[in-house]
């Protein structure tokens, strides 16, 4: 699994959620077609009218997301780039998906702006194995988040957190230690610590 598979993933799919934040500062959120998706980039359009275009124009974060039939879940947080070369990109995307002609057919197309995301940070995360499996990607050096929970020093090894854990992803040490690639993030480890000795990786 690598960046580019989890982009197909998407492809494959082809009808994603994608999430904008509007005027208000309030979360949008729609089904887009992923057009393409080549170079580690994946490429979608939407028309000028819509307020998907408008709230692109001013705030170009978007947030993906998409699950396929095998449970394998993509969530990719990133920024969406219009595409300078718009009767190109138009022309590319609808080659690729002919089912675009009957929706907008002829000449009508070139009210569709072309976009792609090229600079991401991608979650795969496969809930069909036992252990669950995830992985992160970043694309164009897009900064890497951190997310769910770490073990630090002050652990005292009592092993609490390895009976509880859903997953069985802690392995006994000093410290004990998270398999973060099985690790659900659920946080019951975190919360039944006795010394707190657990610690959200994102703050
Ligand atoms: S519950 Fe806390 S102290 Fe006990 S083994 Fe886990 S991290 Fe260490
Ligand atoms: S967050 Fe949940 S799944 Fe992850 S190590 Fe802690 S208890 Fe296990």
């Given at each position: 699994m690598n960046t580019q598979d989890c982009l197909q993933i998407l492809r494959d799919v082809k009808e994603a959620a994608f999430a904008t934040v509007d005027e208000k500062g309030a979360p949008q959120v729609r089904i887009i077609d992923v057009m393409l998706a080549e170079n580690e980039k994946i490429y979608f359009c939407t028309a000028r009218g819509k307020d998907f275009y408008t709230q692109l124009m001013r705030d170009n974060h978007i947030a993906v997301t998409a699950v396929n039939k095998d449970f394998q879940m993509i969530k990719l947080s990133g920024i969406a780039e219009k595409l300078p070369e718009q009767k190109y990109w138009i022309d590319r995307i609808f080659k690729e998906n002919p089912s675009m002609n009957s929706v907008y057919p002829n000449e009508s197309r070139y009210i569709l702006e072309p976009f792609c995301i090229a600079n991401a940070n991608i979650e795969f995360f496969d809930l069909n194995k036992k252990p669950i499996n995830r992985k992160n990607f970043t694309i164009r050096n897009h900064e890497k988040q951190k997310k769910g929970f770490e073990i630090s020093v002050?652990?005292?090894?009592?092993?609490k957190c390895k009976k509880i854990c859903p997953q069985q992803c802690i392995s006994s040490g000093k410290p004990y230690e998270i398999k973060q690639n099985h690790c659900?993030?659920?946080?019951l480890c975190f919360e039944n610590c006795p010394v707190h000795a657990i610690k959200k990786r994102s703050v």
């Open positions: 002050s652990c005292i090894g009592c092993g659900l993030h659920c946080g």
